[in-house]
């Protein structure tokens, strides 16, 4: 066996210590690193029950618009395809500074999320907007890739001028009981971001099980993740409402115990307003209105910024419009 | 980019159901006979709107001589018509006023809501479509009866004399009403005087559907107007729902007749979570199980156990939840929390609140915003309580947890069979073997496992001890209603 640097730097004690120095750093007491297997179980049936409670909210008037103009500025506007080229990721960022140019006012989207290839290119394209530049990395989707492998990878796109690195957790070891293992590649991970913030990818429809879930998030944040977000968008079922509420009760628990904030991103599946607002609802009574900005919560989707548009444009016109009055990207 | 540290607040604008498609009448008489006859007194009271003490309607107050002219009409149908009709035909006339209940839920949930001060959601989404499915399940049963009693020759008792509460007015009508008329019996019904609306909207229901006249007769009235339906000597049977104290004066007072009777009466349910319970759905039962319709539920968990070793964990989420629910107007479609169903009530609740304090115990509120007119109490929990507390062994029918901590398994059997009540339990744990051997040791009617507060037509539901006696629901609340030989 081979020990590299990053790999020594991915021994549980190592990663301790320096997850301690940065809990200190933070403002806040140390804290230790629990026993995974003992994460909270989690009953699915209350969890569909709770979840439904959030789905009766009626959210109308002002609180309705104030709520889509939160949706659209908590985008991820995401292109992640083989056939990505410059062109269509310059064209995608435009779009990200320009939602609605016929209607001012409106806010941009948070980000947009691309391969790392493309990272050059959409750092260029939105500069002075303040939209972030996002970055999938380590062999996204799938991650199965050894570690040297992801490092590099996650460095060409920090290298690139990456905000914020998106990465896959390896759920085939997860799947096998290696918890040490998914904690300390997130670790290794961590170190390599620098200054960009990681979102860990728990890829929830690979995980099936709430308990799954409710695991892997608690590994994610210990082991330094800025933010736990659900899926690729390659796999069904992605962002479920039952699967995002069991990640925010995750969330709420490790901000108690520590006192440190990580952010969500519920990302595939959530392609229109209403579900959008059900989830917003949902972050504001389970963590509480802190989250409600883009630096905590983000929805990553590629067609859902035009059905807030359109909602927009309904609510303040009272007619629906054609989708053709809506630029695709 | 939104700036760091700014403040967000996302208020939820108002949605309130609307009241348009209502139809209320100013002034509401007895329903006798299949019609709307006025009371012999010529005395009517006001039924008001909790949420804000404006009055909705006033309503007919029965005396003696209108219950005695319900139940000769009663009487009368059960001789004439109704015993006599093939059970087939009864099952046609339930059928038929579940569905007309089913086309008019909307209007029926928002009546709910203005008289009771209950939350739109839940008369929405619970109370109405419970009634309907009611009646629905016992249609049924209608012909099938020498199936729920095999080999026992089945028939009907004559004349139910029932009498209900005011915490879920259509719902225990149709609790009442829908087994009785299954098993071929005629009925004289008594809402409670501060809920008498939606049974009045269930009378001109049971006129649309045709059912013949006396079958149903519904008198509005007080604890007199009861007492003349528990008194009258041609009632075969008392179906009883409301206090333990009211209970006791109805069995003493049918004590030696021939009068058959089922009591549901209050509770103190013991709700136990055990350490490896998944701990954030333990904390939803815990609201379900004491907020739900603003605690006047008798099987309401109003007496929370939990393990000493995860007792903090649970307190603090259930304080962060507690925060999360939002007191208000029934009719908004997102409020938590309604309004007290009367002004006595929240006199009791706010007594016992005094009490609480008095005794020790430390109480917490949630911090939310309640309503300046009307009648509303917040959520309220207490800890530092002990057994020997009288806010730990008194029903209080409000929206008030007690808190108290266990070490073992048996220690919380021993406390939670420790009180006069035996009508509900919940615990909440991850094993099953915990399940069934806490299930099979509480002595309640009703033991919910990892849930609190489920209600299906097809579950008997019923107390030990002081919280009454015979079932209603399922197969068993047929037999409440008949003599088996």
Known sequence: MIFTEAFLRSIPIFVGINYQSMAKKKGTTTFSIPDFTQSPRIDKVGVEERVSRFQKRSIKKEAKMQGLRMALNMIDLTTLEGKDTPGKVKQMCFKAAHLHDVHPGLPTVAAVCVYPSMVATAKKEVEGTGIKVASVSTAFPAGQAPLDVKITDTKFAVDAGADEIDMVISRGKFLSGEYNFVFDEIAAIKEECGKARLKVILETGELVTLDNVRRASDIAMYAGADFIKTSTGKIQPAATMQVTYTMLEAIRDFKLKTGIQVGMKPAGGISNSKLALHNLVMVNEVLGSEWLTNEWFRFGASSLANDVLMQIMKTETGVYQSSDYFSID | MAKKNEKINWEYAPAPESTGHVNLKEQYDLFIDGKWVKPDSGK?????????????????????????????????????????????????????????????????????????????????????????????????????????????????????????????????????????????????????????????????????????????????????????????????????????????????????????????????????????????????????????????????????????????????????????????????????????????QLDVINSYLKIGQAEGATMYQADCAVPSSGYYCRPTLFTDVAQSSRIVQEEIFGPVLTIQTFRTVDEVIQKANNTPYGLAAGVWTDKGSRIFNLTTKLRAGVVWANTYNKFDPTSPFGGYKESGFGREGGLHGLEAYVKLN
């Open chain 2, 44 to 344: 009517y009271f006001d039924s008001t709107n909790p949420a804000n003490k404006k009055k909705l309607a006033s309503v007919a107050h029965a005396n003696e001589k209108d219950v005695d002219k319900a139940v000769k009409a009663a009487r009368k149908a059960y001789t004439n018509i109704w015993s006599k009709m093939e059970p087939s035909e009864r099952a046609k006339y339930i059928y038929r006023i579940a569905r007309l209940m089913q086309e008019r839920a909307r209007e029926f949930a928002v009546i709910e809501s203005l008289d009771a001060g209950k939350v739109i959601r839940e008369s929405r989404d619970v109370d109405v479509p419970l009634a309907c499915n009611h009646f629905f399940y016992y249609a049924g049963w209608a012909d099938k009866l020498e199936y729920a009693f095999p080999n026992r020759e089945v028939s009907s008792l004559g004349v139910a004399g029932q009498i209900i509460p005011w915490n879920f007015p259509l719902l225990m009508a149709a609790w009442k009403i829908a087994p009785a008329l299954a098993t071929g019996n005629t009925v004289v019904l008594k809402p409670a005087e501060t809920t008498s609306l939606t049974a009045l909207k269930l009378a001109e229901i049971i006129e649309e559907s045709g059912l013949p006249a006396g079958v149903v007769n519904i008198v509005t009235g007080y604890g007199d107007t009861g007492a003349a339906i528990v008194n009258h000597e041609d009632v075969d049977k008392i179906a009883f729902t409301g206090s333990t104290a009211v209970g006791k004066i109805i069995q003493k007072a049918i004590a030696g007749t021939h009068k058959k009777s089922t009591l549901e009466l209050g509770g103190k349910s013991a709700n136990i979570i055990l350490d490896d319970a998944p701990l954030d759905q333990a904390v939803e039962g815990i609201v379900n199980g004491i907020f739900f319709n603003q605690g006047h539920v008798c099987c309401a968990g109003s007496r929370l156990f939990v393990q000493e070793s995860v007792a903090d964990q649970v307190i603090e989420k259930l304080k962060h939840r507690m925060n999360s629910l939002i007191v208000g107007d029934p009719l908004d479609k997102n409020t938590d929390i309604g309004a007290i169903n009367s002004k006595e």
